[in-house]
């Protein structure tokens, strides 16, 4: 069986190589947030605002 290669990108460069709001996204904020990323952080991997990331993680606790 071969080895698999390396992924060309971070996973922190593919979040934010992304300009659509996807549920994955939405995931992928919530268990950085909850593994103590600050918001700050997370709105910078995304390329948008701290309000915004609450306001996913406020959706995300909605639908939950």
């Given at each position: 069986m071969g080895r698999l290669e390396s992924p060309s990108k971070s996973p922190k460069t593919r979040l934010t190589t992304s300009?659509?709001?996807?549920?994955?996204q939405r995931l992928v904020?919530?268990?950085a947030y909850k593994n103590d990323?600050?918001?700050?952080?997370?709105?910078g991997w995304h390329d948008t605002g701290r309000r915004t990331?609450?306001?996913r993680l406020d959706r995300l606790v909605e639908t939950a």
């Open positions: 300009t659509e709001n996807t549920p994955t904020a919530a268990i990323i600050m918001r700050t952080e997370l709105a990331i609450h306001s």
